[in-house]
Nanobody, 120 residues
Framework: QVQLVESGGGLVQAGGSLRLSCAASGRTFSRYALGWFRQAPGKEREFVAVISASGGHTVDADSVKGRFTISRDNAKNTGYLQMNSLRAEDTAVYYC?????????????WGQGTQVTVSS
């Protein structure tokens, strides 16, 4: 069992940066890939990025390539999403999830989400 808690969301101007954190409890965090997803009002939840259990492999959605960077520190049981050059269309609730190394939504463990609002 893994419990996840996101933090670091907030209000930022377009072009600005935020770093989201995903704190995990439980000793098995390092066994799972860590994914970040987002859901804007009226839209379906979508994949943002995923990092493998070891941190050696990552996949980013085309919409965030070159702007967002996913990382993790297994010693701290924490994952991160560094978001640069933010745009109004990045406004959403951001969720972290632990599970298999996939870009779909079939992760067994999810956090509660953190709101990111980008003003234009």
């Amino acid at each position: 069992q893994v419990q996840l808690v996101e933090s670091g969301g907030g209000l930022v101007q377009a072009g600005g940066s935020l770093r989201l954190s995903c704190a995990a409890s439980g000793r098995t965090f390092s066994r799972y890939a860590l994914g970040w997803f987002r859901q804007a009002p009226g839209k379906e939840r979508e994949f943002v990025a995923v990092i493998s259990a070891s941190g050696g492999h990552t996949v980013d959605a085309d919409s965030v390539k070159g702007r967002f960077t996913i990382s993790r520190d297994n010693a701290k049981n924490t994952g991160y999403l560094q978001m640069n050059s933010l745009r109004a269309e990045d406004t959403a609730v951001y969720y972290c999830a632990a599970g298999p190394f996939v870009v779909g939504l079939n992760y067994p463990y999810w956090g509660q989400g953190t709101q990111v609002t980008v003003s234009s």
